[in-house]
């Protein structure tokens, strides 16, 4: 008889299919809803928590230190000032300091952003847990017109090593003024990082200031550009920089570098701790994240209220129906687990196509994120608080489907059978 039961509630599901596939939809998209905002929480945190690795100290002009995060390790937004050569040079200097790596930023190449810096880039920049930047073709650029590329610029664009390509000023995705005079070529190709090296072109800082000849009021002088056959004429020492990155011999001496950097006289800068930072980001973060999480569970509530709403518009057009169970032999306790049967599956159903429907979206906005924000989403399969979530959705939807469940046990034969006008 249980078996038949079951097999009545699948078939009572399909006799009101239309009804029942209205509820599963909403029911569908709530739970997407709610493990998409859980997954995106988590992955958008640990693929920030992966972008760097082994950097004590992150030094810029004087601003936030989520900003300075998130304009020199993320590429996102703009600084409010850069960073003298001078100064850098003397922080490099100090007794603490290991190794000190620049970064120029405020150019682009048809929406990439790129970054001027240095060879000890390449040795010193680590991303996840210490694992070290590698090539898939080429090697690291040695010439002042060289540019390495990340792995999304080469495969969206199509680029191979000994291309030519233009860079742009400003950091837009369109731009009017470019460096057409003086051309990159690429001469080597990142391996995939899953961080937002994969979506830039490093160039060194002089090709930086080889571009830049003839800038000095901000705008392009009329015939005045970088001669690469005259290249003693020009001085390309930087003479400002975006910001640094900086590591240290010792942790013991984070904090006193730190303190040194932060009131250094010369000009107002910022160092920042990046473990520190990305905690003052997620807690800025903390409010928006959990009103996310309440709104999906509000919205997971609503569609299982739908289903139960559905489901007790029908309980009194199927008395008859439970008045003949009864008559061949079903017991009331029969007619409970009908209902509570029919809530299990069309929970069961749900929970699928949300999870279908949450991979399918992710696998279409990854490349959207990954472009936009510079975030690597990976797709893997739920974790063990998704699944919790997901059960829990599931417990709410049979808890919540007793009620009709409580009602349809206490109707009678007698009751069933009485025609009423």
Do not use: C
């Given at each position: 008889m249980e078996m038949y039961i079951f097999v009545l509630a699948v078939k009572s599901i399909l006799n009101r299919k239309f009804t029942i596939i209205l509820t599963i939809f909403s029911i569908a998209l709530s739970v997407m809803l709610l493990l998409g905002v859980e997954r995106l929480r988590n992955d958008a945190r640990e693929?920030?928590?992966?972008?760097?690795?082994?950097?004590?100290?992150?030094?810029?002009?004087?601003?936030?230190?989520?900003?300075?995060?998130l304009y020199s390790v993320f590429r996102i937004g703009n600084p409010t000032n850069n960073v003298s050569w001078k100064s850098y040079q003397n922080i490099s200097e100090q007794r603490q300091v290991a190794w000190t790596v620049p970064l120029s930023l405020g150019d682009s190449h048809r929406g990439f952003r790129v970054l001027g810096t240095n060879q000890d880039y390449f040795r010193h920049y680590r991303y996840a847990v210490d694992r070290q930047l590698e090539f898939a073709s080429g090697n690291v650029f040695e010439g002042i017109f060289d540019a390495v590329i990340g792995a999304d610029v080469a495969r969206e664009l199509g680029y191979r090593p000994g291309q030519e390509i233009?860079?742009?000023?400003?950091?837009?995705?369109?731009?009017?003024?470019?460096?057409?005079?003086?051309?990159?070529?690429?001469?080597?190709?990142?391996?995939?990082?899953?961080?937002?090296?994969?979506?830039?072109?490093?160039?060194?800082?002089?090709?930086?200031?080889?571009?830049?000849?003839?800038?000095?009021?901000?705008?392009p002088t009329p015939g005045r550009q970088y001669d690469p056959n005259n290249p003693q004429l020009y001085d390309l020492q930087p003479r400002a920089i975006t910001a640094a990155l900086v590591g240290l011999k010792s942790r013991i001496a984070t904090f006193?570098?730190?303190?040194?950097?932060?009131?250094?006289?010369?000009?107002?800068?910022?160092?920042?701790?990046?473990?520190?930072?990305?905690?003052?980001?997620?807690?800025?973060?903390?409010?928006?994240?959990?009103?996310?999480?309440?709104?999906?569970?509000?919205?997971?509530?609503?569609?299982?209220?739908?289903?139960?709403?559905?489901?007790?518009?029908?309980?009194n057009e199927r008395r008859r129906e439970m008045a003949v169970l009864r008559s061949v032999g079903a017991r009331p306790w029969h007619i409970f687990v009908l209902f509570v049967g029919e809530a299990g599956v069309v929970m069961g159903i749900a929970a699928l196509a949300g999870i279908v429907s949450l991979y399918a979206l992710q696998l279409v906005a990854r490349p959207l994120i990954q472009s936009r924000l510079g975030l690597y989403l990976p797709v893997h399969p739920p974790s063990l608080h998704e699944l919790i979530l997901l059960l829990a959705a599931m417990a709410a939807g049979m808890l919540v489907g007793l009620v009709p469940a409580y009602l349809a046990y206490r109707y009678s034969l007698a009751d069933g059978m009485t025609i009423r006008i």
């Open positions: 693929s920030f928590a992966n972008t760097i690795s082994g950097t004590d100290l992150i030094v810029g002009a004087r601003s936030g230190q989520v900003q300075l995060l233009i860079l742009a000023h400003g950091t837009g995705e369109v731009s009017f003024v470019k460096h057409t005079g003086n051309p990159f070529h690429v001469v080597g190709i990142l391996r995939k990082t899953g961080t937002p090296v994969d979506r830039t072109v490093h160039v060194s800082l002089q090709g930086i200031e080889a571009i830049h000849v003839g800038w000095e009021n901000g705008s006193r570098v730190q303190r040194y950097i932060n009131d250094y006289p010369e000009e107002p800068l910022l160092a920042v701790l990046p473990g520190v930072a990305l905690q003052e980001l997620w807690d800025t973060m903390a409010i928006a994240q959990q009103a996310l999480l309440a709104i999906s569970v509000l919205v997971v509530l609503v569609g299982i209220t739908g289903m139960t709403t559905a489901i007790l518009t029908s309980l």
